[in-house]
């Protein structure tokens, strides 16, 4: 059995070595752990306000994470392809269509080191309950189903 893959990262490096290649499963950091967090947050930064990413929007992304797991985090293009999927299943349906929409832009355009801090971000915190996000309340006096 192969040892988990170790990677060092360096000043100058470290936003290359993240774009260029998805680390193995197991992979381990031998120092810099939280310079690669504070990356993934910058990143994250500049990506919702190139795309004026709202908490509404984030509310559809984190509920689409929430549905998937991924031993390796997804090339840019198959994460969009899994997205578009979760847009058009029942998961979604209580999300207007404009937050679908809007969210669906943004995630369009996610290079690969995006992604990665999209889905850091989205697991850090929970999703908001998918099935009422976008859902009216039907009143005080509604039976429960």
Avoid: C
């Avoid at 947050?41 to 549905?67: P, S």
């Amino acid at each position: 059995m192969q040892a988990p893959e170790h990677v060092t990262f360096r000043p100058g490096n470290l936003a290359e070595r993240i774009a260029r290649s998805p680390l193995a499963p197991g992979a381990t950091a031998k120092r810099d752990l939280g310079r690669y967090y504070d990356l993934l947050d910058l990143v994250l930064e500049e990506w919702e306000d190139i795309y004026q990413v709202t908490t509404q929007e984030w509310g559809v992304i984190k509920a689409f994470v929430a549905t998937r797991y991924w031993e390796v985090i997804p090339e840019p293009k198959e994460f969009y392809e899994q997205f578009e999927s979760f847009l058009r299943s029942p998961m979604s349906k209580g999300f207007d269509h404009q937050l679908k929409v809007s969210a669906a832009t943004a995630l369009k355009q996610a290079d690969r080191t995006e992604v990665r801090a999209i889905i850091w971000e989205a697991e850090s915190t929970p999703p908001p309950d998918a099935a009422t996000a976008g859902a009216t309340s039907a009143g005080a006096d509604a039976a429960p189903p």
